[in-house]
T-cell receptor, first 115, second 113 residues
């Protein structure tokens, strides 16, 4: 079974549209994340939730809105998509928030292309 | 501001050779330094990690060397194999509090058979 699963894996959409990416982890972890990987493969954290509470919000445009209905799920909704939003979005999770370098497990990514 | 700088951007090594990837960091508060391996179409996966209280950590063919005074750390892959061909990312974080991994720019490693 996939530990961190996200859907869809591929998404092609037009500028101005609104889209969502869903993420679920079955590891029993308390903390979940969204990372963005740009065309140069640079990985940067966007958000982090701990037990459904937003902990990290890294100066992401407010067109991006994460939502955590429970600690096993963290969805990402993007409004008014722009060309620059084209990237791979990775969901991830780790065991605990206040931790000693707990391993962060990544999903396989959602490839978003805005045309 | 790029807090973790990684080099080289790409690296080609012959099978059986040693692959070396270097990283430098700026924030002295970082106290956890993992390396992640990413295959095409997959998410990054933890390969090996080190804390600054040790200078070296070895797991199989993979070794991290850490130089706290120079604020540098490196990944050595011994007896490199074609299956090691992937993109490697160094990262750093402060382990207490919000665990925010700051990644290097990545190194695309190709092992020629």
């Amino acid at each position: 079974d996939t530990a961190v699963s996200q859907t869809p894996k591929y998404l092609v959409t037009q500028m101005g549209n609104d889209k969502s990416i869903k993420c679920e982890q079955n590891l029993g972890h308390d903390t979940m994340y969204w990372y963005k990987q740009d065309s140069k493969k640079f990985l940067k954290i966007m958000f982090s939730y701990n037990n459904k509470e937003l902990i990290i919000n890294e100066t992401v445009p407010n067109r991006f809105s994460p939502k955590s209905p429970d600690k096993a799920h963290l969805n990402l909704h993007i409004n008014s998509l722009e060309l620059g939003d084209s990237a791979v979005y990775f969901c991830a999770s780790s065991q605990a928030f206040f931790s000693s370098g707990n391993t962060i497990y990544f999903g396989e990514g959602s490839w978003l292309t805005v045309v | 501001q790029q807090q973790v700088k990684q080099s080289p951007q790409s690296l080609i090594v012959q099978k059986g050779g040693i692959s070396i990837i270097n990283c430098a960091y700026e924030n002295t508060a970082f106290d956890y330094f993992p390396w992640y391996q990413q295959f095409p179409g997959k998410g990054p996966a933890l390969l090996i990690a080190i804390r600054p209280d040790v200078s070296e950590k070895k797991e199989g063919r993979f070794t991290i060397s850490f130089n706290k005074s120079a604020k540098q750390f490196s990944l050595h892959i011994m007896d490199s194999q074609p299956g090691d061909s992937a993109t490697y990312f160094c990262a750093a974080s402060i382990t207490w509090g919000a665990q925010k991994l700051v990644f290097g720019q990545g190194t695309r490693l190709t092992i020629n058979p």
